[in-house]
């Protein structure tokens, strides 16, 4: 059925491959009578050892691709499909009271995860996940469907999903992993930043891609108009091909401004500085013609574990970031868990508004434990390169001055363990809440830099979540409220001789880049991939035409009219 569908183009470029859905498949089971006792048996032994394979497939994948720590984990899952505890009592039932094995084992596995969650121990608790993930996937094949796991895949394929958590997009492989789409999300949902850096083309937040694209279908993924084309003819086949062609030729016109520095036509350097997950995302900045890194989002080091990461991991992360980057910025952001990026081992209790939450820094400041490692890492790490330290969410002065304190406290352990730490590290804050740009000229003074970050701003100061497309028409980059906030951060900043970045996918939005360029932003943070083009369109804008198109933008009213006005004047 030849369709298309309408979403956010939340990473740049074209894919064209086959359809593979990641949807959790439906694995209700109901009771019945069996006839055959044996054959129930033998069909339960034969899921059994399906899941098994399953399970070392993936644990070989994992321990080839990202390391034996994360593989230890499904080593657990092994240990399951062989407790006799838990299996003996299903072939027993199915023996004496001849029902399906899926129901079962179901009953078997439910009975195992109440009482385990009901102990204590944490350790407990993982084991009743273990039990869960494990019987899902026998479960699945004794029901004739199969749980998929993204890392696996090992054909050419675009993604459909309903969402990808943060983890999920993480583990996806380039290679084969040509574009996604989903059903929810928008352009600053992690899902879609994670895109921007792995440099997949992906639509996102199309409402029905699930509901719409059956697996295996060819379907075009146009991450630069938001688009979704399914079962396309030949001919919008060759149509996207060539667009596709026209985007790769752009791209080399882009490369030739690798090694150029960021300068406008009037003679004004700004600093174009890139947005990365991992260590391994610097070579992309690097390839991209990055003059810094102005976020690094630690919290990807807390995911897709079981545990907290230790100090060492922490500082070989760090130091191996500083060290890339051969004396280049590098902007680390303490750890931001909460929102839509959940630690599920810290076991946090659920939240009517995670956004609103514990999250960033309120956690790091109730849980010092966690917090003071993160720092001894960071502090550690800060002999092999140019780092900056920067706090998210930071609401107060005092939460300023409170985190500060522990910064302080660390470095002198430190220095007394025998420890060399950096006397060079700058330190920052973001900017993301309203107190917080309205603050500035206090904050000013006692920080060395702000970076504002408008994903999170936007949602705040327009009441909108990031992630509810049903309100993303509230979620205004260009509304002059916004342009207000950034122009007070920047002119508090610059009286007191401090610098401004930004690091909210808005830096490297072109409609917005003539606007931060009137307003005096000092740094653009954004993903690797915008940097080329942003150099470009930076290079043909004059600074004092664009300080005077900033001033009026600041007395309009609307978003609509701020855009008239960039489209008519840079
Ligand atoms: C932001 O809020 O703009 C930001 C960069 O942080 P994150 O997207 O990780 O919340
Ligand atoms: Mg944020």
């Known amino acids: 059925m030849r369709s298309h569908l309408k979403g956010i183009g939340a990473s740049a470029g074209i894919a064209i491959a086959k359809a593979f859905r990641l949807v959790e498949p439906d694995l209700q089971v109901t009771k019945q009578r069996i006839g055959n006792r044996d054959a129930e048996e033998q069909r339960l032994r034969q899921a059994i050892s399906r899941a098994k394979k399953e399970i070392e497939e993936i644990t070989d994948y994992v321990n080839r691709e990202l390391g034996a720590d994360k ?91 309903e969402d990808l958590a943060p983890s999920d997009t993480a583990r996806l492989n380039r290679r084969y992993v040509k574009g996604f789409t989903t059903d929810i999300g928008g352009r600053t949902s992690h899902s879609a930043i994670m895109a921007r850096t792995l440099e997949i083309p992906a639509v996102v937040g199309t409402k029905q891609a699930t509901s719409t694209i059956e697996h295996g279908t060819v379907v075009i993924v146009d991450g630069l108009e938001g688009e979704v084309i399914i079962d396309p003819s030949p001919e919008t086949i060759a149509q996207y091909e060539a667009k596709k062609a026209q985007y790769e030729t752009q791209k080399a016109e882009w490369a030739k401004l ?65 060290e ?107 900017v993301e809440i309203p107190s917080t740009a309205l603050m500035a000229d206090q904050f000013a003074k006692e920080i060395d830099f702000f970076s504002i970050g408008t994903n999170d701003l936007i949602q705040y100061t327009m009441a909108a979540d990031r992630m509810n497309e049903q309100v993303s028409y509230l979620y205004q980059p260009y509304n002059p409220a916004i342009l207000r906030l950034v122009k007070n951060v920047i002119d508090a900043a610059h009286a007191n001789g401090k610098w401004v970045g930004m690091c909210g996918e808005m830096a490297g939005d072109p409609m917005a880049i003539p606007l931060l360029l009137g307003l005096g932003l000092d740094e653009f943070s954004m993903s690797a991939t915008s940097i080329l083009p942003a150099r470009s369109q930076i290079s043909m804008l004059s600074a004092s035409e664009m300080k005077e198109l900033a001033n009026q933008a600041l007395q309009l009213g609307t978003t609509e009219e701020v855009i008239e006005l960039v489209k008519s004047g840079s």
């Open 71 to 161: 593989a230890e984990i499904l080593a657990a899952q092994t240990l399951v499909l062989n407790d006799p505890e838990l299996l003996n009592p299903v072939f027993e039932r199915i023996r004496t009271e001849g029902i399906n094995a899926e129901f079962a084992l179901k009953e078997s596995a439910d009975h195992f995860i109440s009482m385990l969650e009901a102990l204590e121990s944490e350790y407990m608790r993982e084991r009743a996940k273990d039990i869960r993930d494990v019987t899902k996937r026998v479960i699945a094949h004794l029901l004739g469907l199969s749980i998929t796991d993204p890392g696996l895949i090992s054909e050419e394929v675009v993604i459909i999903a």
């Open 258 to 322: 690798v090694h150029e520095p960021t300068v406008t036509k009037d003679g004004l350097h700004v600093e174009l500085a890139a947005n990365i997950g991992a260590p391994v995302d610097v070579n992309s900045v690097l390839e991209n013609g990055g003059e810094a890194i102005g976020l690094y989002r630690t919290e990807f080091l807390y995911m897709g574990k079981d545990r907290l990461p230790t100090e060492e991991e922490q500082f070989v992360a760090y130091k191996a970031v500083l």
């Open 324 to 430: 890339k980057m051969q004396g280049k910025p590098v902007v680390i952001r303490t750890l931001d868990i909460g929102g839509d990026k959940e630690l599920p081992y810290l076991e946090l209790p659920k939240e009517m508004n995670p956004f609103l939450g514990f999250r960033a820094i309120r956690l790091c400041l109730d849980r010092q434990d966690i917090f003071r490692v993160q720092l001894r890492a960071l502090l550690r790490g800060s002999i092999y390169g140019n780092l900056r330290i920067m706090f998210p969410m930071i609401a107060t002065l005092d939460e300023f001055r409170v985190a500060r304190d522990l910064l302080v406290e660390e470095k002198e352990k430190l220095q007394k363990e025998g420890y060399e730490v950096s006397d060079k590290i700058q330190l920052g804050i973001m």
